[in-house]
């Protein structure tokens, strides 16, 4: 494999910029900008081909499978000049030996060399791109390798199970003195349950990924807009005296209490002859009735619209001027604000609580399709004879589609999505 290099930190003037080398040449290179490579660590001045000093930095050396991509690495950590950076990607990129790396390159080389599974690729890409503290932890779950684990358990049981079953083939003409059969049960069982309550949270799980919808609703002109703007904390909807002012679905993106959520302003619910403002009525209806939860901005005496659910949120608005309800909000002055927050930040919370460590729909695939082929083997169990190498058969099919989670097996076709969310350096 060619020996690659990249800026692995983010482009711009910084304080450090650093410069990662990997493959089996990464020391060779290193020692043509400098005297001498430091065994482990170590300051060293760093020169162009010509001998010029281009700048003087900490270098880091990582000997085979004790790196992040089980290659041999060396890392130069310089000044974070973009001139600095420019300077000394110019001299590697002259080195016949090496070739710029591509995005995510780094990481599918600890995914081919085993220092990463797949699941962990997947953290660590959600890792990168995590903006609150909730998709923080659960990224750091995924990355540090629990998905694998679990998967290794339950692997391990379906194969005890197939093990077991097969003796019965292998040794079909002699005495098998125990009844395998509840053993089986007991391990496909276990297997099943642990999939499907992981596969039931995976659904929770891209939500908090991608960010809940909270969509604030209500009649023209009862204070939706000055919410948003007070909860945004900036000017990010129009607002005005007059109804209907608001005619498309204005979002903007919070960080709620560790939760990522996206509010959606949308235009008054009413009547109108207006086909403009019609048109974003029937919008914002639209993005409601999809949105994970509606605060419903009411006035005097109406009416919450049919789609609200039991744990959706009913608020009166425009507190300021007086509030007959005990729960109330005003955008203008802060009241009950956050009052309101605390509440959609229990409510997502609580929805939160269901989350596992499966986090992609790729996961909740290969776990329902695991889970097909477990429910053949329990319905054939009990059945004569010749129906245990047919079982033996759904069993091996069952671990292939645990192995997929991690990247044993049939991954190829996901690889290429999955590492195009990567940055060169990464």
């Not at 790196?67 to 000044?79: I, Y």
């Not at 991608?210 to 904390?233: D, Y």
């Amino acid at each position: 494999m060619h020996t690659i290099f990249a800026l692995a930190t983010a482009q711009g003037r910084a304080g450090v910029a650093i410069v990662r080398i990997s493959g089996e040449k990464a020391d060779v290179a290193a020692c043509r900008l400098m005297r001498d490579v430091p065994a482990v660590r170590g300051v060293r001045s760093v020169f162009d081909s010509d001998g010029v000093l281009l700048d003087e930095g900490l270098i880091l050396q990582f000997p085979e499978k004790h790196s992040f991509t089980g290659e041999k690495v060396v890392e130069l950590h310089l000044h974070g000049s973009p001139a600095i950076v420019a300077a000394v990607l110019r001299v590697l990129g002259d080195d016949p030996d090496l070739r710029q790396a591509e995005p995510g390159e780094f990481t599918r080389r600890a995914l081919e060399n085993g220092r990463l599974d797949l699941a962990q690729v997947e953290g660590l890409a959600d890792l990168i791109d995590a903006e609150t503290e909730m998709q923080r932890r659960q990224a750091l779950r995924v990355f540090s390798g629990e998905l694998g684990e679990m998967a290794a358990i339950w692997r391990a049981k379906l194969v005890r199970a197939a093990a077991l079953l097969e003796a019965t083939i292998d040794f079909v003409d002699e005495d098998v003195p125990v009844d395998v059969l509840p053993d089986v049960r007991m391990f496909i069982g276990d297997v099943r349950d642990q999939m499907r309550l992981q596969s039931e949270g995976v659904k929770v799980a891209e939500r908090l990924r991608e960010g809940f919808e909270v969509a604030i609703i209500g009649k023209p002109n009862v204070g939706k807009s000055t919410l948003l703007n007070r909860l945004a904390g900036r000017d990010a909807a129009i607002t005005s005296e007059l109804a209907g002012t608001t005619r498309d679905v204005i979002e903007v993106r919070l960080d709620l209490c560790g939760i990522p959520v996206t509010l959606l302003d949308t235009a008054g619910l009413r009547e109108t002859d207006d086909r403009l403002e019609g048109l974003g009525i029937a919008r914002a209806e639209e993005r409601a009735k999809h949105a994970d939860l509606r605060i419903y901005m009411r006035d005097d005496d109406d009416i919450a619209p049919p789609y609200m659910d039991d744990d959706d949120i009913v608020v009166q608005g425009k507190a300021d001027l007086g509030a007959k309800d005990d729960f109330a909000v005003s955008g203008k002055t802060g009241e009950g604000v956050d009052a309101l927050v605390d509440r959609v930040g229990s409510i997502l919370a609580q929805r939160l609580s269901s989350v596992g460590i499966a986090m992609r729909e790729r996961h909740r695939v290969a776990m329902m399709r695991a889970i097909g082929y477990i429910d053949d083997v329990e319905s054939k169990l009990g059945d004569d004879q010749g129906m245990v190498d047919l079982i033996a058969e759904d069993l091996r099919s069952a671990i292939r589609a645990v192995d997929s989670i991690i990247g044993r097996v049939d991954v190829e076709q996901v690889l290429d999505e999955i590492f195009s969310s990567f940055c060169i350096g990464k």
